[in-house]
């Protein structure tokens, strides 16, 4: 399974970027996809997830209302639309799949998810 984000930049605050993410290897429309970013100095901590069907989303509290996680089966690829962007949400961004398909678990934390992209880095200048 690969894995590959694009579609980050620099950006300033307030505007917005959609990041993708391509899988190949497997279909993807029975696994559960998450987005997670990691900035300097810090931990990589989960920022949106959609489960296999698509019907369920999962956001982290400090993106909830600004950013909006989508699937396109037909494409195998996700997407995180980043709108109201702050300079806080500067990170390299990752997305990341289970290897189990139909999960139903939390799907928030780094543990649930075995396979990683190399991210893409989204800079939002103040």
């Known amino acids: 399974v690969q894995l590959q984000a694009s579609g980050g930049g620099l950006v300033q605050a307030g505007g917005s970027l959609r990041l993708s993410c391509a899988a190949s290897g ?18 990589r901590e989960f920022v949106a997830a959609i489960n296999w069907s698509g019907d369920t989303t999962y956001y982290a509290d400090s993106v909830k209302g600004r950013f909006t996680v989508s699937r396109d089966n037909a494409k195998n690829t996700i997407y995180l639309q980043m709108n109201r962007l702050k300079p806080e949400d500067t990170a390299v961004y990752y997305c990341a799949t289970p290897w189990r398909p139909y999960y ?19 800079t939002v200048s103040s």
Do not use: C, I, N
């Not at 928030?108 to 880095?121: A, I, K, M, P, V």
């Open 26 to 43: 497997r279909t993807s429309s029975t696994y559960a996809m998450g987005w997670f970013r990691q900035a300097p100095g810090k931990e």
């Open 104 to 122: 139903s678990g939390r799907h928030t934390s780094r543990g649930e998810y075995d396979y990683w992209g190399l991210g893409t880095q989204v």
